[in-house]
């Protein structure tokens, strides 16, 4: 198995460069960069409806059907919702040997703009759920993988898929060269600010891209805390609460009979407090300031559907100072089982430790906490505001060459987020100056775009034929 054959081929403490770049052409000799490209379901493959069917076996029984109708709807719905799936799958591919902390769900739609604590928009990866150290191929395969299957859903010619996946993992190898002749400083101050992604608009789309872009940007720093509170509340009573919208937004007054939802609202509470406590000392002044007034369920994504996830609703100075704050179960990542179990014990953590060592900002709530008792069971969460200045991409109106543009940013980016937790040198030298790995990729890509929609396929079928419940998908389906 590729995880058996992954020895840990990072440098010893106080290796050189030079070291540290011959570990990574010796790499080469055991691992060909051409054998990446290779992908075909081995006759044992994994029942994939049986891995989702595992997932749902922990999650609230009565959103499954939302889960499986929104992954029905498109192979590219169906390969957001399916990372335990590919999971499975790229834990028999080739690997270098070389780890870094990987996201864990890297496919195009994870990237996005995002605020910093000082108010600036970034593009960077948004989720987290799945991260682990692991082998840094398999993040770069599902990226690439994604355009392919995005790129079809538009409807996109093979040489216009192959420009763009060649695109983004040259953007993705120049980038790790580049980050391998960096100092360590200079690697961890290094983002994409909004001024450089109008740059990098300007120079490489139409002006119709670029208003795009402008647009989304703009839109971006509408979606926050009082964007929601005009959104999701209404006043009841004389006071303001999170207003019903089932079943995607449900308050707990509606969910929950009065002695259970009391026994709740208790333990959210107590969830809330003890998640403060892993906030930084500013921060958690902070969170004291504000008071929660409300709650609710809320269904997010497409593969997190099922999860326990709630929002919260909490007031500060007065009525018109509302912050909204996710909170997420977090269960084992999906890649556990081939590249090991995380160091951490509360899962909620390692999501929090996995996106502060990846992000270049990250959000000033973000913490988590673990509660015990809740629901019958102890149950990991992280927690997070709901929305802070997020910027979604919508793939379906790009173009082949908005997509292209739009992949080397991805590329970038995720260099950027290994790099700080790989040996970037190792990395480097193992990928190279030519383009044996980029056009691996692009084989891999197409073959495993394939595989993807025999799996849709696979499930389409099984609702039809009444094996899974499927639901309509609602609105929403896009956020986490």
Known sequence: MPQERASQLRAVPGATPEERAALGRAARKRVPRSSHGAYEPPADRPDPLALLEAQSANRVRELIPIRYGRMTESPFRFYRGAAAVMASDLARTPVSGIRAQLCGDAHLMNF?????????????????????????????????????????????????????????????????????????????????????????????????????????????????????????????????????????????????????????????????????????????????????????????????????????????????????????????????????????????????????????????????????????KRRDFYVRQLRDWKGVVEPELMVPRGMGAFGELCGTTLARAHARSGDRIAIAAYLGHGDTFDRALETFAERYADQNERDHRALVDAVAAGRLPAAGAGAGAGGK
């Open 112 to 376: 996005r703009l995002l605020a910093s604590p000082e108010r600036h928009l970034l593009f960077d990866i948004n989720d987290f759920d799945e991260t682990l150290p692991g082998p840094w191929e398999w993040d770069v395969k599902r990226l690439a993988a994604s355009l392919v299957i995005a790129a079809r859903a538009n409807g996109f010619t093979d040489k216009e898929r192959a420009r763009i996946v060649r695109a983004t993992v040259r953007s993705y190898r120049e980038s790790m060269i580049r980050f391998a002749d960096m100092r360590n400083l200079d690697v961890w101050y290094a983002k994409t600010d909004e001024d450089r992604l109008k740059a990098m608009a300007a120079d490489s789309l139409p002006a119709r891209g670029r208003r795009r872009v402008a647009g989304v940007t703009a839109k971006a720093r509408t979606r926050d805390s009082l964007q929601a509170f005009a959104k999701l509340t209404e006043v009841s009573g004389g006071q303001v609460r999170i207003a019903p919208d089932p079943p995607l937004v449900v308050p707990i007054a509606d969910l929950l009979p009065d002695a259970e939802r009391r026994a709740t609202e208790k333990q959210f509470r107590k969830l809330l407090r003890g998640y403060g406590r892993s906030l930084p000392s500013d921060r958690r002044s902070l969170l004291t300031d504000f008071q929660a007034v409300d709650m609710a369920r809320k269904v997010v994504g497409v593969g997190s559907v099922g999860t326990r996830c709630w929002i919260f609703l909490l007031l500060g100075r007065d009525g018109g100072d509302p912050l909204f704050l996710q909170a997420k179960e977090a269960d084992s990542s999906v890649l556990a089982p081939y590249a090991g179990a995380s160091a951490y014990r509360n899962q909620g953590e390692r999501v929090v430790a996995g996106q502060r060592l990846m992000q270049a900002a990250g959000d000033i709530f973000l913490g988590w906490e673990r509660v015990e008792g809740f629901d019958g």
